[in-house]
């Protein structure tokens, strides 16, 4: 090992292999499992995200709705408490992503991807949930020529389609937001993504639940889904919860509703968080404005800054474990912190010497759109949203109001959207599923090496068939 990866190892020497954001002395304290029957009106399966935005919003919507929350470990363990808190606007996993996709409804889809965000903001001060969000906005940076130019293009692109806020920075202008040798050009999206502390909003949520009469129960999975005459029984390993619907808030875990399980790719992703940074070292790199920030290769990194200056890096591999499960084994991968902390100290070797406090990882839910989709199974008894591949923050919420809308049978404008009635094609299975991904992988570092996406990516691209994070 060359003597300078040797010292970029060196700094991941006293991390923690843990979520920082987990690791917070204000974690609240677990709730009791579930023990014998539970009745209710609607019961939620999951306590991330997308559980307890349904769960509020339901109450919210309804405040004598009866409603039980269930969670298999404690709420906002799994990506909730996990990812790089980047709570965008917008719902398609990008408006590119969504005109490539929903050409004629992407106006609406960008008006309510903004309305969303602004809900989530107005919701957090409804219920007191200081969860450290600043809306700062993300700049997707250039780290090749490639890159510049296709940043610059996509600047044009969101010109010509009406969609505001996004500024082109060429060299000069993204160094003197952020300082990196490596940047070449930027596109800030300057009010459609806030940052936020990933765990404390999925905290703030489970208590803003409770404080509406939402009964909760943690450690608790959802274990088999049967229909009954009245409604619908969930078995969990103590007892049972029998509902007249239920919403599933699952993701990359394997859904009740066996026939979705081929519709999700869990991949792994994986971060490090830096110690605080001195003002010294603030004043190296600039970052004033403290946007999130991305890189625009196929393997991409993701940072941005805590409350306590601190830098969250992460993002670049994509790892796919055969046969798609999501176990506790796969949450680390040493070979990615090695290779995320060399990627580190090349963006910023203004920062050489800093040291990494918190390595970790978790599943996304990936689908082959990139983005949600949702739907019904047992008559309509049971609603369902997943596969928001890594963009769910702020998202999930807009996916609680779709399940809600058709439990409630309802026809809004969200449930008239094509994105929310038409679904992605489903992945193959194994041993296909691993070779496609594998061969997927290859073709995106290439094009990530030369800028040209070669066949096998535009025959996926023509499909709607594709692997992303």
């Not at 918190?358 to 990936?366: F, L, S």
Request: aromatic share 10%; net charge neutral.
């Amino acid at each position: 090992m060359a003597t300078g990866a040797m010292t970029h190892v060196k700094a991941l020497s006293d991390a923690t292999p843990r979520p920082y954001w987990l690791d917070d002395p204000s974690r609240p304290d677990p709730l009791p499992a579930l023990v014998g029957d539970e009745h209710c009106d609607l019961l939620v399966v999951g306590g991330g995200y997308s559980g307890l935005w349904t769960a509020l919003n339901a109450k919210e919507r309804d405040p004598g709705r009866d409603v039980v929350l269930i969670e298999g470990q404690e709420a906002g363990w799994a990506a909730s408490g996990r990812n790089g808190g980047f709570c965008a606007a917008s719902l398609t996993h990008g408006w590119a992503n969504g005109h490539a996709r929903w050409p004629a409804e992407l106006p609406a889809l960008e008006d309510l991807g903004r309305r969303n965000l602004d809900g989530i903001e107005a919701a957090l001060a409804r219920h007191g949930i200081d969860c450290d969000f600043e809306r700062t906005g993300e700049i997707d940076v250039a780290t090749a020529p490639h890159q510049a130019h296709e940043l610059r293009l996509a600047a044009d692109e969101a010109t010509k389609l009406g969609i505001t806020g996004h500024t082109f920075l060429d060299r000069d202008a993204v160094r003197a937001e952020i300082d990196s040798p490596t940047f070449l050009a930027g596109l800030w999206n300057r009010t459609g993504v806030a940052m936020l502390h990933p765990a404390k909003l999925a905290w703030g949520l489970k208590r803003a639940c409770r404080n509406l009469g939402v009964r909760l129960y943690e450690h608790t999975p959802g274990a088999e889904l049967s229909v009954r005459r009245a409604g619908i029984a969930v078995r969990t390993p103590y007892g049972r919860v029998f509902a007249r619907q239920a919403a599933l808030a699952t993701n990359a875990f394997p859904s009740l509703v066996k026939r979705l399980r081929p519709y999700i790719a869990p991949v792994y992703d994986y971060a490090l968080m830096t110690e605080p940074l001195t003002d010294g070292q603030l004043a190296d790199i600039g970052w004033r404005r403290r946007q999130g920030l991305s890189d625009s290769a196929n393997h991409f990194h993701y940072f941005r800054l805590t409350a306590d200056n601190r830098i969250l890096w992460g993002g670049y591999d994509i790892v796919y474990r055969y046969g798609g499960g999501v176990r506790a084994e796969y949450d680390h991968h040493p070979p990615t912190y090695q290779r995320l902390a060399e990627h580190f100290f090349r963006c910023f070797p203004q920062l050489e010497g800093v040291r990494f406090t918190h390595t970790w990882g978790g599943a996304i839910d990936t689908c082959s759109r990139f983005s949600a989709f949702f739907g019904t199974a047992h008559r309509g008894r049971v609603a369902y949203a997943l596969g928001y591949t890594g963009l769910g923050v702020g998202a999930s919420r807009f996916g609680a109001d779709v399940m809600l809308d058709l439990l409630a049978g309802r026809r809004t404008e969200r449930t008239e959207l094509e994105m929310v009635r038409s679904k992605p094609l489903p992945f193959p299975p194994e041993p296909v599923r691993s070779m496609g991904i594998g061969i997927t992988q290859w073709a995106m570092t290439r094009a990530d090496e030369n800028g040209r996406r070669n066949l096998w990516l535009r025959t996926l691209d023509r499909l709607g068939l594709g692997f992303d994070s």
